[in-house]
């Protein structure tokens, strides 16, 4: 008898932008797809750029995270198909930005997605694609995630964005809202003949120990145009890639996620 467990909601959260928090959404998401698993991407960040990477056909007139923010639809209502199967979005909007400044002055702001999350069933595992900003969309992120996953590259202030993200997650649980735990550290854009690059490891790993992924995700042009081509990077790099180093990467990361999760492609959760 299998035991009935919530599934897990991944927020991939860096408070510093472009540390590869959308490339890790959509690809994750991806590669648990290929494993069989029913996944639901969320995009919380006005840029919209995991939405625009998984979309499947123009959004005019449907719901988005903006709206379900804004408490004028649930989340099940903006759940869509995206353009892979195994994967439902929840698409976002650059209206994001003025919904999450008219609920500024609400009570319960911070706990709107953590509610709406426990509306929607049919999933085995959720991904969260955040904003840099700190703002109301990291933090409802972070309180509805069971699991915070931070991707950073070698930039040295990636570190920081870390910390901030870690700082925002001690917040919300000594508020005693929620208690989402860290996934762990996966780095991007990895080439280890650069010096940053072994430095930014060993500057996490110092920080964050055993929660460093050996996983890593190497540096690798294939990643640039993927959102503006509507495609994650199994089906770039089939289609038009040189290499398939991307979806090497993340099959592996993937594969070293579930099992910290305790998930596998052949044990889904009763939803
Ligand atoms: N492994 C990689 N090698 C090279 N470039 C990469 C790699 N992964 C991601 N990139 C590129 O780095 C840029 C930033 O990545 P991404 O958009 O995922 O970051 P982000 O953290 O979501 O940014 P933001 O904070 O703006 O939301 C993108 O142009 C992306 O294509
Ligand atoms: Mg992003």
């Not at 408070?15 to 639901?40: D, I, M, P, W, Y």
């Not at 969320?42 to 449907?62: E, I, K, Y």
């Not at 892979?84 to 997605?113: C, F």
């Not at 990467?249 to 998930?263: I, K, N, Q, Y």
Request: charged letters at 20%.
């Amino acid at each position: 008898m299998g035991v009935c467990m919530a599934p897990p909601i991944i927020a991939v959260a860096n408070r510093k932008g472009g540390q590869g928090k959308t490339t890790v959404s959509v690809n994750l998401a991806a590669a648990f797809a290929e494993e069989g698993l029913r996944v639901l991407v969320l995009d919380m960040d006005s840029q919209a750029n995991a939405t625009r990477a998984l979309v499947l056909g123009p959004l005019q007139g449907r719901g988005t995270t903006a709206h379900v923010i804004a408490g004028q639809v649930g989340l099940a209502d903006i759940v869509i198909p995206s353009n892979r199967e195994g994967i439902v979005l929840a698409p976002g909007h650059h209206e994001l930005t003025g919904a999450l400044m008219s609920i500024v002055g609400k009570i319960g702001r911070e706990l709107i997605l953590k509610r709406e999350f426990a509306t929607v069933t049919g999933f085995d595992v959720a991904i969260i694609d955040t904003p840099p900003e700190q703002q109301l969309g990291l933090v409802n992120s972070l309180v509805a995630a069971s699991h915070i996953l931070l991707p950073f590259t070698p930039d040295p202030n990636a570190l920081e964005g870390m910390q901030t993200t870690m700082d925002a997650a001690a917040e919300i649980r000594a508020a005693g809202i929620a208690s989402p735990s860290v996934l762990g550290c996966v780095q991007i854009a990895y080439d280890k003949r650069l010096v940053v690059t072994m430095e930014a490891r060993n500057a996490v790993a110092e920080r964050f120990g055993d929660l460093l992924f050996e996983s890593v995700i190497r540096t690798n042009s294939n990643f640039l145009p993927c959102p503006a081509w509507n495609m994650d990077i199994f089906r770039y790099e089939e289609e038009h890639g040189r290499t398939i180093r991307g979806s090497e990467d993340f099959r592996s990361f993937a594969r070293e996620a579930l099992g910290r999760l305790g998930l596998s492609g052949t044990t889904k959760i009763a939803a």
